[in-house]
T-cell receptor, first 113, second 112 residues
């Protein structure tokens, strides 16, 4: 079946540090890959996406590259801010069917000033 | 354009009580989904719908029922609530299958 594995948190960094949150997946076919962010007390917001191998998604200084050879979609940001503190979810949509997204368990990111 | 809205935002039920959670979207999306979010578990799909009048089971459907009588609305029902259904429930919608999903703000349900 489909699955997403991401690093468990919490991850604590200082402001302006470099961020990497690892995400690997297992899926049949050619899934689309997503990163969602959830701020305290809110729903999930799409952060970025990639729909095919070697695509790079980017938004708000965050980037992730769809690596089919390593089945990975790691999230990176060069210089984090306190406002980036949130829970980040990696997810995949296997395509071909409509049965929703498969999510990782989420990574809680804490940025200290 | 409100996007995806959910009512209520919070609810406390006693074991055995019933309730309905309402999800509404104004983006004319065909696909709608109900997820539950539990600590350390990520989000898990309960039921989904590929269009008006259709529903299908997701990963964790037991104890829930759904209906999609109108394209813009997707209802999630609990007929006899159990403490194991204490969770945060999220509704989502998408235009097409592989497209991104848009999420509502969530409903926090506690069953005592």
């Amino acid at each position: 079946g489909n699955s997403v594995t991401q690093m468990e948190g919490p991850v604590t960094l200082s402001e302006e540090a470099f961020l990497t949150i690892n995400c690997t997946y297992t899926a049949t076919g050619y899934p689309s890959l997503f990163w969602y962010v959830q701020y305290p007390g809110e729903g999930l917001q799409l952060l970025l996406k990639a729909t095919k191998a070697d695509d790079k998604g980017s938004n708000k200084g965050f980037e992730a590259t769809y690596r089919k050879e390593t089945t990975s979609f790691h999230l990176e940001k060069g210089s984090v801010q306190v406002s980036d503190s949130a829970v980040y979810f990696c997810a995949l949509n296997p395509g071909g069917g409509a049965d929703g997204l498969t999510f990782g368990k989420g990574t809680h990111l804490i940025i200290q000033p | 354009n409100a996007g995806v809205t959910q009512t209520p935002k919070f609810r406390v039920l006693k074991t055995g009580q019933s309730m309905t959670l309402l999800c509404a979207q104004d983006m004319n999306h065909e696909y709608m989904y109900w997820y539950r979010q539990d600590p350390g578990m990520g989000l898990r799909l309960i039921h989904y719908s590929v269009g008006e009048g259709t529903t299908a089971k997701g990963e964790v459907p037991d104890g829930y029922n759904v209906s999609r009588l109108k394209k813009q609305n997707f209802l999630l029902g609990l007929e006899s609530a159990a403490p194991s259904q204490t969770s945060v429930y999220f509704c989502a919608s998408s235009y097409r299958v592989a497209y991104e999903q848009y999420f509502g703000p969530g409903t926090r349900l506690t069953v005592t």
